[in-house]
């Protein structure tokens, strides 16, 4: 191991440790350099990989300032349900099943998922505890049809291992568009949103392999327990 990459080890062990907390600062790079024995370019490598992986912002004037590392990493560009997402997160999860029914759909609901006249769908609420806090809340609407059979101890476990594997559906892909929505009353009463009155609001449509349109989705977070990441390549180009 190269001795910068020691060194981000060990600083990255007192901030998981919180023995450096989220708001405070690093020592400067000059104390960093006789704690360590190390030339201000290792220790400038060190810092950068802190920085690259999201544990410090480096401030002009203000040296390295320790970010909020007590974040849940959601994908963005997958399609991955809460229960997959949740073996990842440490820490106790739960899911709180609100509001499961199957009911006939008002204009705007038949116009998200294209249904024809007399079909109906599923309305979901689940709230999504993680250590104890309500921090997302997921409203997920189902064509009926194609979806059929809920319960409670489904929707509660995975709706889509259900869909997938007891249904015997191919899963395709999905729409998303990520929003910062300002909270309602209803996810005042489900939420526990601290003194929060904006919301990161993912709406979702999802279709089946065979592009058949059969969920709409709004998962609604609390902005200071998650971020968001996808991987991007930039495509070649020919400039003329």
Not at 11 to 26: D, F
Not at 72 to 96: H, R, Y
Not at 98 to 111: F, L, S, V, W, Y
Request: proline residues 2%; glycine residues 4%.
């Amino acid at each position: 191991m190269k001795k910068y990459e020691s060194i981000y080890h060990d600083l990255l062990a007192l901030i998981e440790n919180n023995k450096i907390k989220a708001g405070e600062k690093l020592p400067s790079e000059f104390d960093l350099q006789n704690k360590y024995q190390a030339s201000r370019d290792t220790i400038r490598k060190a810092l950068l990989l802190l920085s690259q992986n999201g544990y410090i912002q480096k401030s002009q004037g203000k040296g390295s300032i320790v970010l909020d590392i007590n974040r849940f990493n959601f994908p963005v560009s997958g399609l991955t349900s809460f229960k997959e997402i949740a073996s990842d997160i440490k820490g106790k999860v739960e899911t709180i099943v609100h509001t499961c029914e199957c009911i006939e759909p008002d204009e705007e609901i038949k116009k998200l998922l294209m249904l024809k006249n007399g079909t109906k769908v599923w309305y979901i609420e689940r709230v999504r505890k993680i250590n104890g806090e309500a921090v997302i809340f997921d409203t997920d609407i189902l064509n009926a049809d194609i979806v059929s059979n809920l319960t409670v101890n489904i929707v509660q476990n995975s709706l889509y291992e259900y869909i997938e594997n007891t249904l015997g559906l191919r899963i395709g892909y999905a729409k998303k568009e990520i929003t910062c929505r300002a909270i309602n009353s209803r996810d005042e009463k489900l939420m526990d949103l601290k003194n929060y009155d904006m919301l990161i609001n993912i709406a979702s449509f999802v279709f089946l392999e065979d592009t058949t349109l059969f969920q709409y989705t709004l998962s609604r977070h609390r902005p200071d327990k998650f971020r968001f990441s996808d991987f991007a390549r930039r495509t070649r180009q020919n400039f003329i």
